[in-house]
């Protein structure tokens, strides 16, 4: 992911995730809640140990990518967060619009997904699991469950990231990823939100098309 925006301040965009993400209120004893957070967090270490372990069996390249990317969508619900992305826009969008916009926001949103995590991981994991780690789970808004957890760069300070989830077809799937308190859903749509302004869902593809075609 790309969190690097110029649409909007980081101040900002750091309000926007603040507002989305809501108070973060430790769900009460309950066992619907308790059993909602423990799926969350299995889906998170699932996907991260998926992760690590492509990149550490993988030898790189686009094939590496590609495999990342699956395993990313696998546990993403990629149509809601590209309807949640352009927000009040989605509903003035003709179905063809949706239809394309949809299909090149997972090439765009997952080709950036999975560049940023392998940069992450980097190249020796010899030490993967300590990369990683989940402090807490919280349940939000009775819908949502947000996963909280620390990850290592190779180089860097250790990064605060944030994975929320929400339920759909009986299963928790990632709908937001918050890295450093920057909502990769709020700077997506902040960035999407001034081209559509500008020039239109017509803009938007065109501009999205753009990206993809550079990606690969």
Do not use: C
Not at 108 to 136: C, K, N, P, V, W
Request: no cysteine; net charge positive.
């Amino acid at each position: 992911m790309d969190f690097s925006i110029n649409a909007v301040t980081r101040r900002q965009l750091f309000q926007g995730a603040t507002a989305l993400v809501g108070s973060l209120v430790v769900s009460r004893a309950g066992r619907a809640a308790s059993a909602g957070e423990n799926e969350a967090k299995k889906v998170v270490r699932r996907l991260v140990d998926h992760i690590l372990q492509l990149i550490q069996n993988d030898s790189g390249g686009p094939g590496q990518i590609r495999r990342l990317m699956a395993a990313i969508e696998s546990q993403t619900d990629l149509s809601l967060l590209a309807r949640m992305t352009m927000g009040r826009h989605w509903r003035r969008a003709t179905a063809e619009q949706r239809a394309t916009f949809v299909d090149l926001f997972r090439s765009y949103l997952l080709q950036t997904f999975a560049t940023r995590l392998r940069r992450y991981a980097g190249s020796d994991l010899a030490d993967a699991h300590r990369r990683f780690e989940i402090m807490s789970t919280q349940s939000v808004n009775k819908r949502d469950v947000i996963v909280r957890s620390r990850v290592v760069p190779p180089f860097g300070p250790p990064l605060e990231v944030d994975w929320r989830l929400r339920e759909r077809d009986g299963r928790p799937v990632i709908i937001d990823l918050v890295v450093e308190g920057i909502s990769l859903l709020i700077s997506q749509r902040s960035e999407f939100g001034a081209v559509l302004e500008r020039a239109g869902v017509d803009g938007l593809i065109e501009e999205l098309h753009r990206r993809v075609a550079e990606s690969t």
